[in-house]
């Protein structure tokens, strides 16, 4: 069974750019989240689908950052323009059911972002 | 709000010495709580968990017990190996959500 799987592992763009990271869930996975981790600092959470429906997208940082997950498979995480401080480390997990339930909950290997 | 505080990095050690990382959490009620790790070029992977209080939780040589009084899952190893250098961080399960620590780097030395 194929893992969580992300692209591009690794981007480098100058600030005012557009990036698009994707992330593709481990299949039958309904529940995906973005992660996000900033040079020295904690993971955060970003937002949370459940199939194409948003469920939570309290941490996303501001209206630069859009998600989307169409027809509940594959998402897209953009970021446009982008600023300096949205370099970092951008997770992607998924889960069978929602992780307040129990359900294990798997990791891509994140998606490198440096914008300069 | 939930929150998870764990000590900063980088650790280093030589390989063979004992390991503690600590983790304090800030949680209502009595959430589950998480090591994960990541290794140079690889994804985050779950290394231990715990769902309640006094469970302990292990996986390749490490260990973290949940100690509700004291609210801390501190992470533990009796002789760590170079592979285990990495990224290590202490998470709790929050609503319907994975909440993480800063992490921690470790560096073992041969």
């Known amino acids: 069974e194929a893992g969580v799987t992300q692209f591009p592992s690794h981007s480098v763009i100058e600030k005012g750019q557009t990036v698009t990271l994707r992330c593709d869930p481990i299949?039958?996975?309904?529940?995906l989240y973005w992660y996000r981790r900033v040079m020295g600092k904690e993971i955060k959470f970003l937002l949370h689908f459940v199939k194409e429906s948003k469920q939570d997208e309290s941490g996303m940082p501001n209206n630069r950052f859009l998600a989307e997950r169409t027809g509940g498979t594959y998402s897209t995480l953009k970021v446009q323009p982008a600023e300096l401080e949205d370099s970092g480390v951008y997770f992607c997990?998924?889960?069978?059911?929602?992780?307040?339930?129990?359900?294990?909950?798997?990791f891509g290997e994140g998606s490198w972002l440096t914008v300069v | 709000g939930n929150s998870v505080t764990q000590m900063e990095g980088p650790v280093t050690l030589s390989e063979e010495a004992f390991l503690t990382i600590n983790c304090t959490y800030t949680?209502?009620?009595?959430?589950?709580l998480f090591w994960y790790v990541q290794y140079p070029g690889e994804g985050l992977q779950l290394l231990l968990k715990?769902?309640?209080?006094?469970d302990k939780g292990s996986n390749k040589g490490f260990e973290a017990t949940y100690r509700k009084e004291t609210t801390s899952f501190h992470l533990e190893k009796g002789s760590v190996q170079v592979s285990d250098s990495a990224v290590y961080f202490c998470a709790l399960r929050g609503d319907d959500k994975i909440i993480f620590g800063k992490g921690t780097r470790l560096h073992i030395l041969p």
């Open positions: 715990a769902t309640k209080a006094d």
């Open positions: 299949s039958g996975h309904d529940n």
């Open positions: 997990a998924s889960s069978r059911g929602g992780v307040f339930q129990g359900n294990t909950i798997y």
């Open positions: 949680a209502t009620g009595y959430p589950s």
